[in-house]
């Protein structure tokens, strides 16, 4: 197992690698704004330009500039500073991890116990009313954009411009480390937000699975054996169908820790997602690297941990 | 005040240039030698005691400086000196700035370099020959210092060297995360010396406390009424409309304009929330004359005669976001009734009709080689903003153009994008830019007309000539217009440079735009029209 860990670790890095120089690369091929004709204001003389350009190293080569960027990183764990602010990427990036973390996470917990409880109950009894009312409604779920569901439940719910004011609205988002009262309570608008799709989709998953796993042989013969049948389901039913559920949360977790955009931006939470989306805009070329090698870097790793977990969850799995 | 687009572009007062630098941080936390209530259209004196007096044919100016002005902590014991405006325009030519406009209207004093240096320079125009007088001797008489519009800008608010030299070394400045104030705010706990991130976060926030080394007896500009303001950035266009609408004590920030069902709700439900007045800039279509058949007058005529301009309007929100155009000056700018007001010079018929005339374009295009009265050579590249409304206006644009046969070759693509990398850039050849648009620095036409059409302001990169017109008659008549230092004489130069330039449709000008101000029940909003009619928020106040 431990081998396994390091050879996975090594490929991670071999990953961040390729990644950061295609991103580099796309960068250069494709239509960007150019930084220091954006820093140079409105009426830039073209020696201001140069020398801009200059100072921010765009005048080298796309390979020097893409090996002194490595190094730097490499050397020091610094990801340059942002074209557009001068401010340091690692410090804007780790200042607006913990948003996207506490997004992440929570929504996460939601739309697992949703999506796991709703998708068990509705394949132990199948084709029952609440198994229709249910899948019914994970369809409208899963059909909803993120964006749209996201202002409707402001429009209905926020403190400030809501119907029914319930929740603090947009922009209401405050560090845990600062209030966690007011941290919980802005957060539950957008963690349901961003875990209605998702449990949609988990729900329908485990449904099909479990459904496929009920009607296995070994399942018989537990029944046979005289096992009640809770245990049935959760012991050896639910074990066997929730793999493809840990593969896609994974995955999933991942993928948002790298910045769930859409939330992001509509309730106004300063992370990892409305900072990529910003920098993508402006051409700011250290801060999309530094976004995309830390949505890389969570993919990759939660890869890893997935494959880790499942020689745990299913026996007939072993890393050698 | 809620922001959407990301809120100020530095904290240095050197580089501010762009309208929300000023709103958010110039009127609000440093003072300048001039500068403007929300009733002035002409630079009073703020640090200055008085207008600049004028010897040498207008070549040289003498300022005197108020005393008693303290800056903020830590520097709260020392006073304002002339010498600390000289640090502060000579700065303004260092690299590590990245000032946009001292070379355009600082680059006749005496001494100015001709490019950005290294260090900051010592500009031998430019003399504090004690702490209360502040020279400055230009090579040629400059109308923008006289009147003195220039000397309104950031780049005379006071620096002292001896604290901000330290930082103004290096490739780039820090000197703005250091700074020191001379208005009634101060960026909250920037008086340790550092700006710490609970007052500014790059795009997040920006917080406006008062500053205690102000005295409201010794500035004549500005009654600040708020004790403290807070800018909240990266909010969605749609919530933050409504939060402002329905909520407390806020204000639009940088908006461009609320979304168009807002604004029509807002203005049929919630009137006496919204402030529209002209924003003393533009929107244009730009015709690259260098590419064929955009050289030809004629073709060019065409095209301003078969676009819908009422069309283009209603893209964006219709009556309310800005008056019909007829020539480049906008409403309230000098010049602009000379250049024929709102209803333009009428020798222009192909600026008639608002909705566009299709047979008058048919019969410009015969004149420009079409017998048909259609276009039939090949498509001609048009690069578009992304962004709504802006790609809608593009959209509509590609569907008018085709009304005389003119095909496309369309292209949207990010703002920044649009500008830096195609239409601010010669070599990109695009021949038609849908989304442009300019806004005066302050007012005096040559803000508007130089940067858009004068020659020897074609450059490689950050183009702002996009339609390349480079006309030596023209160019002359700018220089001579620069140099004249009687308001109603510019004033009329200017016109006439604007007439010239209409008639040659080197840009098709479609709207005169208005500042939409939005703010909850309970706040009294105050426009400030020298800059753009965005937010005074020294002027502003509760209820």
């Known amino acids: 197992m431990v081998k396994y860990i390091i050879r996975r670790l090594l490929w991670v890095i071999v990953l961040l690698f390729l990644v950061s120089l295609m991103t580099f690369v796309v960068f250069y091929l494709l239509p960007s704004a150019d930084p220091a004709v954006l820093r140079a204001g409105r009426q830039p003389s073209p020696a201001l330009v140069a020398q801009i350009r200059h100072n921010l190293g765009l005048d080298k080569p796309w390979y020097t500039q893409y090996y002194r960027y490595m190094k730097s990183l490499v050397l020091h764990f610094n990801f340059g500073y942002s074209y557009q602010s001068n401010e340091s990427v690692r410090t804007e990036i780790f200042s607006r991890l913990p948003a996207t973390i506490s997004l992440t996470v929570g929504a996460a917990v939601i739309w697992l116990v949703l999506g796991i409880g709703v998708g068990t109950i509705s394949a132990v009894r199948r084709r029952s009313k609440f198994d229709r009312a249910a899948m019914g409604t994970a369809l409208v779920a899963i059909s909803a954009p993120v964006y749209w569901l996201g202002l409707l439940s402001l429009f209905l719910f926020a403190s400030d411009i809501g119907k029914f004011p319930l929740f603090p609205g947009a922009g209401s988002y405050v560090p845990l480390t600062q209030n966690p009262e007011k941290w919980f309570t802005s957060l539950i608008m957008p963690w349901f937000v961003l875990a209605a799709s998702f449990a949609a989709i988990y729900a329908r998953l485990l449904r099909a699975n479990l459904i496929e796993t009920m009607s296995e042989d070994y399942i018989r013969t537990a029944r046979a054996k005289g096992l009640p049948e809770r245990r049935v389901i959760l012991h050896h039913g639910i074990r066997a169908a929730i793999t493809p559920i840990v593969t896609a949360a994974g995955l999933d977790v991942g993928v948002l820790l790298g910045g769930a955009i859409l939330t992001e931006t509509v309730f106004n939470i300063p992370g990892i997602g409305r900072l990529a989306y910003d920098s993508i805009l402006a051409g700011d070329l250290p801060m999309i690297q530094g976004t995309v090698l830390i949505g890389a870097f969570f993919i990759v790793m939660a890869n890893l941990v997935v494959d880790i977990l499942y020689a745990f969850i299913d026996p007939r799995v072993r890393y050698s | ?543």
């Open chain 2, 1 to 543: 005040m809620l922001e959407v687009a990301g809120g100020v572009d530095s904290l240095d007062p050197g580089y501010w240039y762009y309208q929300t630098d000023y709103t958010d941080l110039y009127q609000t936390t440093q003072r300048a030698l001039y500068g403007f209530t929300p009733t002035d259209t002409s630079p009073q004196p703020d640090l200055a005691t008085g207008l600049p007096k004028l010897s040498d044919g207008g070549k040289t100016l003498t300022i005197h400086i108020r005393s008693g002005v303290h800056y903020s902590a830590p520097l709260a014991s020392r006073t304002v000196a002339a010498a600390d405006i000289k640090y502060a325009m000579e700065r303004c030519f260092s690299a590590s700035v990245g000032n946009g406009y001292a070379f355009t209207y600082y680059g006749n004093i005496v001494g100015a370099p001709s490019k950005p240096t290294p260090s900051v320079p010592n500009v031998s125009g430019i003399q504090a020959p004690n702490p209360s007088t502040l020279v400055i001797k230009t090579t040629v008489p400059v109308g923008v210092l006289t009147v003195p519009n220039a000397l309104a800008l950031p780049c005379t608010v006071p620096i002292p060297q001896s604290y901000a030299a330290q930082y103004d070394k290096g490739a780039q400045s820090t000197y703005g995360m250091h700074q020191v104030f001379t208005g009634p705010y101060m960026i909250q706990g920037a008086g340790s010396g550092t700006v710490p991130s609970s007052g500014y976060q790059t795009g997040k926030l920006l917080v406006l406390v008062r500053n205690p080394s102000w005295v409201r007896s010794t500035d004549p500009i500005r009654p600040a009424h708020f004790d403290k303001i807070t800018f909240k950035g990266g909010n969605d266009i749609t919530v933050a409309s409504e939060q402002i609408l329905s909520g407390q004590s806020m204000m639009s920030g940088d908006f461009a304009a609320p979304p168009n069902a807002i604004l029509k709700q807002g203005l049929t439900t919630d009137k006496s929330q919204f402030q529209i007045a002209p924003s003393g800039g533009n929107r244009y279509i730009g015709l690259n004359t260098t590419i064929k058949p955009l050289n030809n007058v004629n073709f060019r005529r065409a095209i301003a005669a078969v676009i819908d301009r009422n069309a283009l309007r209603l893209t964006r929100g219709g009556p309310a976001i800005g008056t019909i155009a007829t020539h480049f000056i906008p409403p309230e700018m000098p010049g602009f009734q000379q250049a024929g007001g709102d209803a333009g010079n009428p020798a222009n018929d192909f600026y008639a009709n608002p909705n566009g005339n299709i047979a008058l374009a048919e019969s410009y295009m015969k004149k420009a080689g079409y017998p048909s009265g259609k276009y039939t050579g090949p498509p001609l590249l048009t690069v578009a903003d992304s962004s709504v409304p802006a790609s809608n206006t593009a959209e509509a644009v590609q569907s008018q153009l085709g009304e005389i046969g003119i095909k496309l070759t369309f292209r949207e693509v990010p703002h920044a994008t649009m500008y830096t990398k195609y239409c601010e850039v010669p070599k990109a050849m695009v021949a038609i830019c849908p989304s442009l648009g300019w806004g005066k620095d302050f007012f005096d036409s040559q803000s508007m007309i130089t940067p858009v059409f004068y020659g020897p302001n074609i450059v490689p990169s950050g183009n702002t000539n996009n339609a390349q017109v480079n006309n030596p008659t023209l160019n002359k008549e700018m220089q001579a217009a620069a140099q004249l230092t009687n308001p109603a004489a510019r004033a009329t130069a200017w016109a006439h440079l604007d007439t010239q330039i209409t008639s040659q449709a080197y840009v098709i000008t479609w709207l005169w735009d208005n500042e939409v101000g939005f703010h909850s029940k309970n706040v009294v909003g105050v426009q400030w029209p020298f800059n753009g009619n965005d937010w005074d928020l020294t002027a502003s106040s509760l209820k």
